[in-house]
């Protein structure tokens, strides 16, 4: 069965830091990936997705996730993050085709101002 | 144009009790997911429903269940309720229902809770 890791349950980070959530995956086949945030009191919205191609993909918010074949992760980076970032990350993976999301457990992001 | 539409926001329910959860999509999305969210165990996959045909079906027991309507506004119905299932139950619609690459717009949820 499909499994989604993220390690890190919760990071707190200052303004301007750098960010990297880890997330690991644990299926053979053809995949596609997604990071999804949730802020305070909002539905969940996508952030980014990886499909084919470039593993470097690009989201909104200056977010971009690289997908590592390799080591079955697909980590959430963003070079300088803002108090606007405080919000629960998730990780997911959907068989290629298939029709339902795999979920990590979330990553909750604190950024201190 | 209007997102994905969940009622109630909140219920609250007794152990033993029925409820029943609404969802409406997004105009002309014709498939919709349920998931579960629970603070340890993240998002978990219930059901997916296209064109009032459950396709898929999580790891659940039989207690969760649901169905869709043919303008694709979809229920879901948990029996017997236990502590365990409070939870917020999230809805996700798509528009072209076999593939999951043209992405999940989520409703706001229903925050259950049993007591």
Known sequence: ?113 | KAGVTQTPRYLIKTRGQQVTLSCSPISGHRSVSWYQQTPGQGLQFLFEYFSETQRNKGNFPGRFSGRQFSNSRSEMNVSTLELGDSALYLCASSPQGAQINYGYTFGSGTRLTVV
């Not at chain 1, 593993?55 to 606007?84: D, H, T």
């Open chain 1, 1 to 113: 069965a499909q499994s989604v890791s993220q390690h890190n349950h919760h990071v707190i980070l200052s303004e301007a830091a750098s960010l990297e959530l880890g997330c690991n995956y644990s299926y053979g086949g053809t995949v596609n990936l997604f990071w999804y945030v949730q802020y305070p009191g909002q539905h969940l919205q996508l952030l980014l997705k990886y499909f084919s191609g470039d593993p470097l993909v690009k989201g909104i918010k200056g977010f971009e996730a690289e997908f590592i074949k390799s080591k079955f992760s697909f980590n959430l980076r963003k070079p300088s993050v803002q108090w606007s970032d405080t919000a629960e990350y998730f990780c997911a993976v959907a068989q290629t085709g298939a029709n339902n999301l795999f979920f990590g457990t979330g990553t909750r992001l604190t950024v201190i101002p």
